[in-house]
């Protein structure tokens, strides 16, 4: 049995890493990545310290707009999968890569499994969301994190089978978490004391590429009254020197802006703050299970659940006042179980075999 993953970008990595594992020890996986990211931070960081193989393929796509980006994944998967063959091919989350490997596959008559399928913020100008609908009405198996996800394809009559397996985060995190504070000296590095710091960060295009939301959100970043760090994705870089905003947050010396960091250092950096400031799905999961309270600066999220929590809070148009959301932020001490019991890659890998196995 052969079964192929589809991976582009730097959240496909994570949820890859739960997976992997498992699937080469029961079948032949071939890992096919896109290069939607390329550089060393966002890409070869996350495999070495994850310890996943490096990719069979590496199609090395790169940036450019929406169409560009999925027309050339679409084509040069569909060239790989032709050759290969699989049995199943496995695309992860919500990005261009997600969305152009399932439709290579489906349209090619292989069949597909998503791994986080389900979510739903109801915003359709986020590209995401237009990337999981399509992908969760392709696909043959749907791995459902959260019972909202699950619901939400039971009310969208998807025509493949569903199954509540939790979040591959949690199995991920709960892995490498322990290494990560051993061996991690990002706290050192960056001279910090835990509990005395917030983390930010900051990437989704309905943020970055709005120069009048950007600024907003500059805004808020100087209210925090305590150290700021901020790992930069490159296009919020890029968008911060382009509207000269960079120049007004470089003068803080309180506010480090950094390269996007590792897993392991990110984990480390994030467990020891005192709150995040986040617009990632990722992030804003992780700060949960790592009990540190979170803004996540959007109108809606498809992560209900961590909202209804008390743990995170939607911070949406009005950003001036950050400082005050994140001292108003005070859950309960509680953290129900709500993304899964760290099992949900044992779980795919187990239904992914039964049902080859049957074909
Ligand atoms: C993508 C995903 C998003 C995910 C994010 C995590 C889509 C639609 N979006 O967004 O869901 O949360 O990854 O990081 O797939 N760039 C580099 N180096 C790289 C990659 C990108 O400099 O290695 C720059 C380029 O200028 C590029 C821009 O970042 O144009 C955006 O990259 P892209 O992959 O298109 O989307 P992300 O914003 O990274």
Not at 185 to 204: C, N, P, Q, S, W
Request: with cysteine.
């Amino acid at each position: 049995m052969k079964v192929v993953s589809v991976v582009g970008a730097r959240p496909n990595f994570v949820k890859l890493a739960a997976i992997e594992p498992l699937l080469s020890k029961s079948l032949s996986h071939v890992i096919i990545h896109t290069g939607q990211h390329y550089d060393y931070e966002l890409y070869k960081a996350h495999f070495k310290q994850l310890k996943i193989p490096e990719p069979h393929y590496f199609l090395g796509v790169g940036s450019g707009t929406h169409g560009y980006q999925l027309g050339e994944i679409v084509k040069s998967t569909e060239v790989v999968l032709l050759k290969e063959r699989p049995d199943l091919v496995i695309v992860y989350g919500d990005t261009n890569s997600t969305l152009a490997g399932a439709l290579a596959a489906a349209k090619a008559g292989f069949k597909v499994a998503h791994i986080e399928a389900g979510l739903r913020s109801f915003n359709m100008n986020m590209p995401e969301e237009i990337n999981r609908r399509v992908v969760d009405h392709i696909s043959w198996l749907l791995f459902a994190p959260t019972k909202s996800a699950i619901e939400n394809l039971k009310r969208e009559n998807v025509l493949g089978e569903a199954y509540l397996v939790g979040d591959v985060h949690v199995d991920v995190l709960n892995k490498w978490i322990n290494k990560a504070e051993r061996t991690s000296d990002i706290l050192d590095k960056l001279r910090l004391k835990g509990e005395e710091y917030v983390v930010a960060t900051i990437h989704r295009v309905e943020n970055v590429e709005n120069p009048k939301r950007l600024s907003d959100i500059v805004r808020g970043l100087k209210t925090v009254r305590k150290k700021l760090v901020f790992p930069a994705h490159p296009r919020t870089l890029n968008a911060l020197r382009r509207t000269g905003l960079l120049r007004e947050l470089e003068r803080r010396s309180d506010i480090l802006i950094i390269k996007p960091l590792g897993y392991l250092d990110f984990i480390k950096l994030l467990k020891h703050s005192w709150r995040v400031i986040t617009d990632s799905g990722g992030v804003q999961r992780e700060a949960y299970l790592l009990g540190v309270p979170c803004a996540v600066l959007r109108d809606r999220t498809e992560w209900v659940e961590l909202v209804e929590s008390g743990w995170v809070i939607l911070v949406k148009h009005k950003m001036i006042e950050l400082n005050k959301v994140l001292n108003l932020l005070n859950p309960p001490k509680r953290r129900p179980p709500i993304l899964g019991d760290g099992r949900a890659a044992k779980r795919i890998v187990k239904v992914v075999i039964d049902k080859l196995n049957v074909l």
